[in-house]
Nanobody, 125 residues
Framework: QVQLVESGGGLVQAGGSLRLSCAAS????????MGWFRQAPGKEREFVAA????????YYADSVRGRFAISRDNAKNTVYLQMNSLKPEDTAVYYC??????????????????WGQGTQVTVSS
């Protein structure tokens, strides 16, 4: 059973940067796809970025493409989300997720997707 723990959230001014980390436990991390999602107050959870098990494929939501970058280090069982040029509309709780299938992560998760507890990101104007 994979467990995920996010860190790196906080308060930042618009235009600033943050890097989120998600540490995973379990032997299957390196063979699973990973993703980041976010949920703002009063809104549904939305997809942010996904990365395949090898790191060879990545995909981003239109709202973050060119500003955010997802990466992973399978030796450290960790996935990262580098967030640059942050905007107030990026304010949300950010969740890490893992699933055996990359398309499932891109599609928003499925019955086999595992989720972290989330980390708050607040961008002030």
């Amino acid at each position: 059973q994979v467990q995920l723990v996010e860190s790196g959230g906080g308060l930042v001014q618009a235009g600033g940067s943050l890097r989120l980390s998600c540490a995973a436990s379990g032997r299957t991390f390196s063979s699973y796809a990973m993703g980041w999602f976010r949920q703002a107050p009063g809104k549904e959870r939305e997809f942010v970025a996904a990365i395949s098990w090898s790191g060879g494929s990545t995909y981003y939501a239109d709202s973050v493409r060119g500003r955010f970058a997802i990466s992973r280090d399978n030796a450290k069982n960790t996935v990262y989300l580098q967030m640059n040029s942050l905007k107030p509309e990026d304010t949300a709780v950010y969740y890490c997720a893992t699933d055996p299938l990359y398309p499932t992560v891109v599609a928003g998760g499925g019955s086999g997707t595992r989720w972290g507890q989330g980390t708050q990101v607040t961008v002030s104007s």
